[in-house]
């Protein structure tokens, strides 16, 4: 599709400005943060102008807020089903504990956030899922979020677009959880039937039980560079194996290799490349809805 | 008098328990083996294909553990590879366009963890058996026989009917991995056990299985027989089902799952 090349034109990551994600201290000692692929100490206030990307290319995690922020229109985000929580279904020794001091820290409710939103004028439905609580693990709220978003886009004739960052299922809610993968599929099948239109992005890490779910299930699968995506845990297999893992073993370039995704998608480049995609599938006289 | 669950898990991977295909020599006739997913290969640890249940044409897909060490080693202990999702939902395809009912029974530790698995995308394969079993236009009944290993077992149990053997268990992870990863300390399994809340009466009272067959107090061929019975009438009425309200029964079965949990 040669239309789409513009959007793959080497772009400096840091061009893009007027984003930043935090205020900056203006102490002397700005904070730094050191690249894992190219060790260099990178400024903070340079990593969020940048959309916590290294000038190397190395895609740092990034929350769901500052996520919203360079990808959703301004002011377009609308949350739904924020009310609905995760509670303790098994009772687990330690669960409800950390569930408190995680919704503390994280200033989020669960591990994924719903809603609508406008990109670049592209109506859609919206989830991210939320690496600072608990690595985006799946409990019944995440499912349950998930399920009723896919049930809302379908109502309301909608793409979806998903951003999933998951650690696997949450073990604390047991079968509950395990159960949602089921759920989800259920409510991914039921928009899909309807020939709506789902895409996927994978961010570092998507493994275990959202792997095998609604991560895998899009109509497109995008990755971001370098992202760990998997099934199986690298440790897991390296100990049950006992073999050398191959180079590159679940990046988001292995999977590419292998089949599994569309295309790796770097940050700078996503929100145009999304636009265009939710408009090539816009559903006519729905969309707008 | 009731035995802990690591107890039970140990019952449910015993070695001398009888596996996917016993059940399928005891409770089935003239079952006819289909090998293959058509794509890259063909799975020892999925074994499925045609088979009739008290004079019923059914499909019949299990995870097969092996009783050998050596046919242990050849179906991976029953640890399916992608290739062994491929073809069960190839199977099952094949007996929706058949209109014939599919029995899955499954026995897993999980699915098969390997380089090569997930080279070939593990992860994928379940995700669509999970979609495609949602959406199945024919009615399908799932038997945990012995372990319920995670995603490995539920892609071969999104079923309008999930039952599961007295001591089998279904578990979103191992107690052993649960108790490592949460206490840093695999020794604390049993504990472990007991909190995942993995057993069939822990799974009934969830409202995550219909049903628990009993394993004790019947002789071999009188078990079996019972359990063709019972299998046999559960179609009677899953058949009586038109496929819309078929479809959203089973929908809604997984649907409510969690639902209730709001502030
Ligand atoms: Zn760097």
Redo the contacts between chains.
């Keep these: 599709m040669p239309f789409l090349e513009f959007l793959f034109q080497p772009k400096n990551e840091l061009e893009q400005g007027g984003r930043s994600a935090a205020p900056v201290q203006s102490d002397e000692r700005e904070p730094e943060k050191t690249c894992p692929n190219c060790h260099n100490a990178i400024p903070l206030s340079r990593l969020w102008a940048g959309l916590n990307v290294c000038p190397c290319g190395y895609h740092f995690r990034m929350g769901v807020r500052a996520r919203l922020r360079y990808l959703a229109d301004k002011g377009t985000f609308r949350e739904l089903f924020s009310e609905v929580r995760s509670g303790d279904p098994l009772g687990f020794p330690g669960y409800a504990d950390k569930l408190e001091t995680t919704r503390t820290s994280s200033r989020e409710e669960e591990a994924v956030i719903c809603g609508t939103a406008e990109i670049q004028w592209q109506k859609c439905c919206l989830f991210l899922m939320e690496p600072y609580f608990m690595m985006g693990s799946m409990g019944t709220a995440v499912g349950e979020r998930i399920t009723r978003l896919f049930e809302y886009a379908l109502e309301h004739r909608l793409s979806v677009v998903g951003f999933t960052v998951s650690g696997g299922a949450r073990m604390q809610e047991g079968l509950y959880s395990l159960m949602q993968m089921a759920k989800t599929s259920g409510a991914v099948k039921r928009h899909s039937d309807a020939g709506l239109f789902y895409l996927t992005v994978l961010t570092d890490p998507t493994t275990g039980g959202v792997t095998a779910s609604f991560a895998m299930e899009g109509d497109i699968i995008l990755a971001e560079p370098g992202a760990t995506v998997g099934f199986a845990g690298a440790r897991v297999i390296e100990q049950t194996t006992r073999k050398a893992l191959p180079k590159g073993f679940q990046t988001a370039e292995f999977l590419l290799e292998h089949g599994f995704v569309d295309a790796i998608v770097p940050r700078s480049r996503q929100k145009a490349l999304i636009a265009r995609l939710l408009q090539m599938h816009a559903f006519e006289g729905g969309a707008s809805a | 008098m009731s035995r802990s669950a690591y107890e039970t898990v140990k019952l449910a991977r015993s070695g001398r328990r009888p596996t996917g295909l016993d059940f399928i020599q005891g409770v089935f006739s003239d079952f006819f083996e289909l090998h293959g997913d058509r794509r890259c290969g063909d799975d020892g640890a999925v074994v499925g294909g045609l088979a009739d249940l008290a004079g019923r044409s059914v499909t019949v897909i299990a995870i097969e553990k092996g009783h050998s060490l050596r046919e242990r080693m050849l179906r991976s202990f029953g640890a399916p590879q992608p290739e062994g999702y491929r073809k069960a939902l190839r199977l099952m395809k094949q007996a929706e366009k058949f209109h014939r009912p599919v029995i899955c029974l499954v026995d897993t530790s999980g ?1 098969y ?3 090569g ?8 394969a ?3 058996n ?3 079993m ?2 199945l236009r024919t009615p399908v009944i799932s038997l945990l026989i012995g372990e319920g290993g ?2 490995g077992a ?2 071969l149990a ?1 079923a309008d009917r999930v039952w599961m053997l007295e001591n089998a268990i ?4 191992s107690p052993e991995g ?1 108790a490592s ?2 206490w840093k300390d695999a020794k604390r399994a049993p504990e472990a056990a007991a ?4 057993t069939a009466r ?2 009934l009272a ?1 409202g ?1 299985i219909e049903r628990i067959i009993p394993e004790e107090g019947l002789g071999k061929a009188e078990y079996y027989a019972a359990l063709r019975q019972a299998l046999n009438a559960e179609l009677e009425g899953l058949l009586q089902l038109d496929t819309q309200s078929l479809l959203e029964a ?2 809604q079965r ?2 409510r ?3 209730e ?3």
């Excluded at chain 2, 997930?118 to 994928?124: K, P, T």
């Excluded at chain 2, 279904?170 to 992870?173: G, K």
Aim: hydrophobic content about 45%.
């Design positions: 699915a963890c390997g380089i698995a997930e080279e070939r995308g593990q992860g994928q379940i995700a669509e999970l979609m495609e949602m959406a995670s995603g539920l892609a999104v279904y578990s979103v992870i649960c990863i949460l909190q995942l809340k993995l822990d799974a969830g995550m089973r929908y997984f649907r799952i969690g639902k949990r709001e502030a």
